[in-house]
């Protein structure tokens, strides 16, 4: 099975700020990369799939980069709606695995 | 406006059975594979099992596989799971979501969640 490993686990930053959030396949995973954002209390949200394509709706201070076994979601002047945990997901094997999860809060 | 609205979650005992439904408006049903995913109490979130448009090609993860049974009702707009044989370990709440196709694919919408309690 492939495991998807996502560092930091949470991380502490102010509205303005870049995030950077890391997402790592124990193997290679071609461009089946996804994104999810979820807040407290809500569903999860689709951000951005196949590494790098924005979903409908989604602000462009979000970017999707990487290839192979190790992506990044950036996150460019972090608003306040921003706050939030954010999930990566690789659709390549089947099953569907999901990274653990990075949790964005409040400096 | 795409709508999932998940029902059937409760309190279980272990060994026994839960029927969920996913009511799903907004967009063409059959056109498009359904999946449940679940999310345990520590927030991971685990696939469970998808079903393709047609009904015809069901998956499941290995932790569910012989005890749960995923279903689609294309003129009903409906996606069902059959669990049974409940486990502790299945306390989660249980979303309904959807994708273009069953494989190398990606979920562009969920429902609210439906919450799965198994326990004595």
């Known amino acids: 099975d492939i495991q998807m490993t996502q560092s930091p686990s949470s991380l502490f930053a102010s509205v303005g700020d870049r995030v950077t959030i890391s997402c790592r396949a124990s193997?290679?995973?071609?461009?089946?990369l996804n994104w999810y954002q979820q807040r407290p209390g809500e569903a999860p949200n689709l951000l951005i799939y196949?590494?790098?394509i924005l979903q409908s709706g989604v602000p462009s201070r979000f970017n999707g980069t990487g290839s192979g076994t190790d992506f990044t979601l950036t996150i460019n002047g972090l608003q306040r709606e921003d706050f939030a945990t954010y999930y990566c997901?690789?659709?390549?094997?089947?099953?569907?695995?999901f990274g653990q999860g990075t949790r964005v809060e409040v400096k | 406006e795409v709508e999932l609205v998940e029902s059937g979650g409760g309190l279980v005992q272990p060994g026994g059975s839960l029927r969920l439904s996913c009511e799903a408006s907004?967009?063409?049903?059959?056109?498009?594979?359904m999946h449940w995913v679940r999310q345990l109490p520590g927030k991971r979130l685990e696939w469970v099992s998808g079903?393709?448009?047609?009904?015809?090609?069901?998956r499941y993860a290995d932790s569910v596989k012989g005890r749960f049974t995923v279903s689609r009702d294309n003129a009903k707009n409906s996606l069902y799971l059959q669990m049974n044989s409940l486990r502790p370990d299945d306390t989660a709440v249980y979303f309904c979501?959807?994708?273009?196709?069953?494989?190398?694919?990606?979920?562009?919408?969920w429902g609210h969640g439906t919450l799965v309690s198994v326990s004595s």
């Open positions: 079903v393709s448009w047609n009904n015809h090609i069901m």
């Open positions: 193997q290679y995973i071609t461009r089946y």
């Open positions: 907004g967009f063409i049903f059959d056109d498009v594979a």
């Open positions: 997901q690789e659709s390549y094997s089947g099953s569907w695995t």
């Open positions: 979501t959807k994708s273009r196709q069953l494989g190398l694919s990606w979920f562009d919408a």
């Open positions: 196949s590494i790098s």
